[in-house]
């Protein structure tokens, strides 16, 4: 079969939140040569978030629409799907998951990456078993998010969700807010950090946290192309985005 004369190697359709404008320039940043991204946007209002139910509310209006933008991306004959959203990939824990996950590539033809699955594979690889947790999300999502650790073996020992008053405002939370928030939980107690939320920033910091803690950071976006690419048979190794990428 011929070849693209850029994604030679493997093109990733890439869907995210209409809302989203941290995955895209993260990913874009992780691209090994002879891979390309191909971004579909799932359209989703800027909606007020102020409690769970609103926030129960913007993950339905991201599932209602999620096969349309995969849709679209399809039609480039991507070889693989990256999910640049998570909170859905993680609700009803790691079975309900990785059910609806199987759903997604049946629809799609092709393999895919989630958040979810990539911090897990991205944690094993570190030995951490009590983690602490930092999302964007509300309550409601983050018993989710601590759910599906728990399923998959580790000990969720903090957690805190900043409550995002919108999903534009994910993105405009800056790194100071999350470094004392960082130091607030670090403890000897944690093996490990893990960040979700897709347009939460955390990719740079987190390189920054890991030095200076001595510890882990899983930054999701960092995670989920990472997992892409291994799942790929793409085992690149290169230094300036973390220790995951200089690893098989």
Known sequence: MAKDALGWRRKFAVV???????????????????????????????????????FVALVDAIGATL??????????????????MSALMFWDGRAASEKRMQELADYCGVGVSAGSFACEAALNTTGAKRIAVISPYF???????????????????????????SPVAIAQVQPDT???????????????????????SMVGLCRELEVAKGKPF???????????????????????????FEKH
């Open 178 to 200: 999350l470094r004392a928030i960082v130091d607030e939980m670090d403890d000897d107690s944690i093996d490990a950090f893990v960040q979700v939320g897709t347009n939460l």
């Open 16 to 54: 995210a939140p209409s809302t989203n404008t941290i995955v895209q320039p993260d990913m874009e940043a992780f691209r090994p040569d002879g891979v390309t991204n191909h971004f579909g946007r799932i359209h989703v209002p800027n909606m007020k978030v102020s409690n769970d139910a609103d």
């Open 139 to 165: 309550p409601v999502s983050d018993k989710n998010v601590t759910r599906f650790f728990q399923d998959c073996g580790f000990d969720v020992a903090k957690f805190r969700g900043l409550k995002c008053p």
């Open 218 to 244: 899983v930054a999701i976006n960092a995670a989920t192309y990472w997992h892409a690419l291994r799942a790929n048979q793409i085992n690149d190794q290169f230094t300036g985005h973390g220790p995951l």
């Open 67 to 84: 096969n349309a933008a995969v849709d679209r991306c399809m039609t480039c004959e991507p070889d693989y799907l990256i999910m640049g």
